[in-house]
C-alpha cells in the first residue's frame, strides 16, 4: 500500500530504482501518519472508557466503544439484507451490514454525480446565455440557501418512498454549489488560454470542451469534495424519514427502540464510510485532475 | 517589390471600458512588415504596442483604419499567425506533446501525423527529451520554448511575441534570444516582437519601430543595419543604444508630464 502510487505507473517506476531511500521516507511518512491516527482515535476512545469506568457516564444512554462494540453479532441482526422498505432485519450478519452500507454509498454518489453533472451543465448555460440567466438566476439564488433537509418534504411529496428521495436530497446538497461555481470558475479561466484556442481556430464548442472545461474541473471537483460530507448528513436524514432502509434507518429504529449501543455502532460506520469516500475521491482527484498541485487539493 | 506580409494603414484603437473617460492607445499608425522580416516594437509602458499585436492576431478589432495580410483585411484569429505570450500559457492538463499538437488537432489532423509534427518541431526546439512530460515539470525558458513549438506547428507566416522573455532571468533571455533568432531563420517567418528592452530590439531586430507614448504613434523607424550575431561592444551597437535611449526618455518625460497635467 505505502508505495502503490509509486509503482502503478511503469514509467513512474524507474527513478525509484535509483531512489530507494526516499521511498522508504515515504513509506515511514505514511506509517507515522497511520499511527497518530490510531493514537488520536485511541485517546478519544480511552477517555470515553475512563469516564464509564468511573461511573461519569451511563452505559445506557452513552455506551463507551469496548459495550457497542462487544456483541456485533447480537448487533448486525438488526441489518437487513435486502433493499426492501419497512422489512424488518432479515437476520443480519456480514452481508446484511455491507448490502445496508453499499445502498447508502450507492444514494450519496448517484446524488453527488448527477448533482455535478446537472449542475455543471446549468452553471455554464447561465454564463453563457445571458437571457437564461436573467430568468433563472433569481430564482436559484432564492432556493439555493435553502436547506436540503427543507427539500425533504418535497421530495416525498413528488417522489414517494424509496431511493429517489434521499438521491435527490445529496443532488440538491451539490447541485447549486456548483451551478454557482462553475460562472465564476469560467470567468476565471486564464484569457490566453481562451486566446491560444481562438488563434488556433478552435470553434466555441471546441473551446468550451478542450480548454474552458478541463480548467474549470479541478476547483469544481475540489467543491464536490466540501460537499461530501454535507452528502452524508443529508442522505441519513432522508433514509430516516423517506426512504425505509439504510443507515438512516437503522439510526432512527434504534432512537425509536432506545438501542444506544446499536446508534453507537452505526455513527462509527458513518464515520468510517463518510472519511473512505473523502479519500477515494482525493485518490480520484489525484489520478484524473493530475495537473492541480497535490497542496491545493487539500492535506 | 513583394507584397509585405503585415500591412497596417492608418490603425488607432480606442479603448471604451463602461463609465470610464475613453482611452487612445494607438493613433495613426501605418507601417508595413515584409515577408520573412524581424521586426521589434519598443515603446513606453502603456504606448499601444500590445494591443497593436492583439489586432494583427484578430483577437481585438480595430477602431479606425485597417490592417491587412496578404492583402486581406483581418477579421478573425488566424493560425496562420501565431501570439506568444509573456507567460507560456501553456494547458497544464496537456502534455507537452499534446499542447504543441493542440492546434493540429483543432485542425483534425490525424493523430498519428500530429504526433509525428508535433514531435518533429519539438525536437528542433530542443525539447525532444520532454515530449510526455506536463508543464509544471519544464522551467521557464523550456515552458517558452514549448509555446513557440505550439505556434510553430501551424507554421504561422507572421509569429507575434509580447514580451515573451520579460519574466526569465537574465542568462535564460539570452539564451532564449539566440533560439529565437535560429528558429526565425528556419520557420521563414516574420516576426513581430514588443519589448521594452532596448538591448533585445537591437540584438534582434530588422527594423525598430520606436513607439510614443500614449497614444501610440510611430516616433521612428530604425533599421539596424549590424550583421547577426550582434556584439554588444561594437561601437554601432553602442551608437544604436544612445540613439533609442534618447528617444525613449523623450517619450516617458512626456508621459510624466502628461500624468501630472491631468
Known sequence: ?299 | MARPAVSIRNVGKTWEVEGRRPVRAIDGLTIDIEPGEFVVLLGPSGCGKSSLLYMIAGLEDVSDGVIECDGLPITAPSAERGLIFQEASLFPWLTILDNVAFGLAIQAEQPERRREIATEILRRVGLGDMLDKKPDELSGGMRQRAACARALAMKPKVLMMDEPFAALDVQTRAKMQDFLLQIWRDSRASIILVTHSIDEAISLADRVVVFTARPGQVKEIVPIDMPRPRNPRDPRYHAYRDHFTELLAAEVDRAFAEQEVR
Open chain 1, 1 to 299: 500500500m505505502p508505495s502503490k502510487s509509486m509503482t502503478a505507473e511503469p514509467p513512474a517506476a524507474a527513478p525509484v530504482i535509483h531512489t530507494g531511500g526516499i521511498l522508504t521516507k515515504k513509506a515511514r511518512e505514511r506509517l507515522a501518519k497511520l499511527g497518530w491516527g490510531i493514537v488520536s482515535i485511541g485517546l478519544f476512545a480511552l477517555i470515553w472508557e475512563a469516564l464509564w469506568y468511573f461511573e461519569m457516564v451511563n452505559p445506557l444512554l452513552l455506551p463507551p466503544p469496548h459495550l457497542f462494540l462487544q456483541d456485533i453479532p447480537g448487533t448486525l441482526k438488526f441489518f437487513d439484507r435486502s433493499n426492501r422498505i419497512g422489512h424488518i432485519a432479515s437476520g443480519g450478519g456480514v452481508i446484511a451490514l455491507l448490502t445496508t452500507m453499499g445502498w447508502t454509498t450507492f444514494r450519496v454518489f448517484t446524488g453527488l454525480a448527477l448533482g455535478f453533472i446537472c449542475g455543471v451543465g446549468l452553471g455554464a448555460a447561465l454564463y453563457y446565455f445571458r437571457m437564461l440567466r436573467n430568468v433563472l438566476m433569481p430564482t436559484i439564488l432564492l432556493l439555493a440557501p435553502i436547506s436540503p433537509v427543507a427539500w425533504l418534504p418535497v421530495a416525498i411529496f413528488v417522489f414517494g418512498i424509496g431511493d429517489v428521495p434521499a438521491i435527490f436530497l445529496v443532488f440538491i446538497t451539490v447541485f447549486f454549489a456548483i451551478v454557482l461555481s462553475t460562472g465564476a470558475q469560467i470567468s476565471s479561466v486564464p484569457i490566453n488560454y481562451i486566446h491560444v484556442a481562438r488563434i488556433m481556430g478552435a470553434t466555441q464548442r471546441q473551446t468550451f470542451w478542450r480548454v474552458i472545461l478541463p480548467a474549470i474541473l479541478p476547483s469544481l471537483f475540489m467543491t464536490l469534495r466540501l460537499n461530501l460530507f454535507g452528502a452524508w448528513m443529508v442522505v441519513l436524514i432522508a433514509e430516516a424519514v423517506g426512504v425505509g432502509t439504510g443507515l438512516g434507518q437503522i439510526t432512527s429504529m434504534a432512537r425509536a427502540t432506545f438501542n444506544a449501543k446499536l446508534v453507537f455502532f452505526t455513527m462509527g460506520i458513518v464515520g468510517a464510510l463518510g472519511f473512505l469516500t473523502d479519500w477515494g475521491l482525493r485518490q480520484v482527484q489525484r489520478k484524473m485532475l493530475w495537473w492541480v498541485a497535490p497542496a491545493k487539493g487539500g492535506f
